[in-house]
């Protein structure tokens, strides 16, 4: 599977963003889904993820309350709402995903086999 991350963009802080990742192929409702992003000099770090048999959820403790993620399965689209942006959510933000038939729901980077090139997201202060 393919996986194209958009919607990115120069925000206020406060304000509000939501950034959408396609993915092609097949099969992409089996798929458990996830943003990571990284911002300069830092390790690629969790945001938010998503399972498909149920649509759970999971978020680093950063962006809880004010992020959210959802998919929507006939477009093959994951979404993160982001609101309430603050300086330090600035990053370039990645859409990843890994084929599962268990109840898994991972956060770590090292489980996810499928990457998108990202998209950047910019809030000044």
């Known amino acids: 599977v393919q996986l194209q991350a958009f919607g990115g963009g120069l925000v206020q802080a406060g304000g509000s963003l939501r950034i959408s990742c396609v993915a092609s192929?097949?099969?992409?409702?089996?798929?458990?889904m996830a943003w990571f992003r990284q911002a300069p000099g830092n390790e690629r770090e969790f945001v938010a993820a998503i399972r498909w048999r149920d649509s759970l959820t999971r978020y680093a403790d950063s962006v809880k309350g004010r992020f959210t993620i959802s998919r929507d399965n006939a477009k093959n689209t994951v979404y993160l709402q982001m609101n309430i942006l603050k300086p330090e959510d600035t990053a370039v933000y990645y859409c990843a995903g890994y084929s599962d038939d268990s109840y898994s729901l991972h956060t770590s980077r090292i489980e996810y086999a499928y990457w998108g090139r990202g998209t950047q997201v910019t809030v000044s202060s």
């Open positions: 192929g097949r099969a992409f409702s089996s798929y458990n």
